[in-house]
């Protein structure tokens, strides 16, 4: 299993984060999109490897802020994404947080 970690070189020494992208994003290989999402916002996307191969991104218009065109390269991959912190972002499988929150639960409850 690999991690994938990418940092848009322009982003160590950018510190605002655009607010809407420059350029169009057209449909293409998850990974490829996402590479050129950060290298758009200066975003650092965390995410493994395996969870974005075999799947295509929707096209994103120039002018979409940062978090709306993010979940329309995403829409109907089954992932979705969460900002660590100002400047980057996770991408995970649209139902493990859902799972994380039974068990937790279920670990409150029993006991």
Same mark, same amino acid.
């Given at each position: 299993?690999?991690?994938?970690?990418?940092?848009?070189?322009?982003?160590?020494?950018?510190?605002?984060?655009?607010?809407?992208?420059? @350029?169009?994003?057209?449909?293409?290989?998850?990974?490829? #999109? *996402?590479?050129?999402?950060? $290298?758009? +916002? !200066? &975003?650092?996307?965390?995410?493994?490897?395996?969870?974005?191969?075999?799947?295509?991104?929707? @096209?994103?218009?120039?002018?979409?802020?940062?978090?709306? #065109? *993010?979940?329309?390269?995403? $829409?109907? +991959? !089954? &992932?979705?994404?969460?900002?660590?912190?100002?400047?980057?972002?996770?991408?995970?499988?649209?139902?493990?947080?859902?799972?994380?929150?039974?068990?937790?639960?279920?670990?409150?409850?029993?006991?």
């Amino acid at each position: 299993m690999t991690l994938a970690v990418w940092i848009a070189p322009e982003a160590l020494a950018v510190t605002d984060i655009p607010t809407a992208l420059t @350029a169009d994003i057209p449909a293409q290989p998850l990974a490829q #999109a *996402l590479d050129v999402f950060a $290298q758009q +916002t !200066g &975003l650092h996307l965390v995410y493994v490897s395996e969870l974005v191969r075999n799947r295509t991104s929707y @096209a994103v218009g120039a002018g979409l802020s940062a978090d709306k #065109a *993010l979940a329309r390269l995403l $829409q109907g +991959t !089954g &992932l979705r994404f969460e900002f660590l912190t100002a400047h980057s972002v996770r991408i995970l499988a649209a139902d493990m947080p859902m799972v994380a929150q039974a068990r937790r639960k279920k670990w409150r409850t029993s006991g």
